[in-house]
């Protein structure tokens, strides 16, 4: 079971990107998805997340900006983000609460990082 994140780039601010994040292997159930990043020198911090039916939470430094959907048929999750600022330039990791094919609990996946660099 793992998590393939993608849609990382360069852009410029006020510009727009459009993470994806595709959960494979033997999955019996998803519960939370979510996107978190983490910024040279800084911790790692959430950005946004959504249950399996669709309840969101986002953190206030993008509220209105970003948007966090995502696709159960498909076992992926997108983060949607729109104007973006020079400050939101940090690697951005996928998460989700798994349970594997033949497992009896909740087991916490992370994604590899995806880099999104936005330029002033």
């Known amino acids: 079971v793992q998590l393939q994140a993608s849609g990382g780039g360069l852009v410029q601010s006020g510009g727009s990107l459009r993470l994806s994040c595709a959960a494979s292997?033997?999955?019996?159930?998803?519960?939370?998805m979510g996107w978190y990043r983490q910024a040279p020198g800084k911790q790692r911090e959430l950005v946004a997340l959504?249950?399996?039916?669709?309840?969101?939470n986002y953190a206030d430094s993008v509220k209105g900006r970003f948007t966090i959907s995502r696709d159960n048929s498909k076992n992926t999750v997108y983060l949607q983000m729109n104007s973006l600022k020079p400050e939101d330039t940090a690697s951005y990791y996928c998460?989700?609460?798994?349970?594997?094919?033949?497992?009896?609990?909740?087991?916490?996946?992370w994604g590899q990082g995806t880099l999104v660099t936005v330029s002033s």
């Open positions: 998460n989700a609460d798994m349970v594997p094919l033949g497992g009896r609990s909740w087991y916490n996946y």
């Open positions: 959504i249950t399996r039916g669709g309840d969101t």
């Open positions: 292997g033997s999955i019996f159930s998803i519960n939370i």
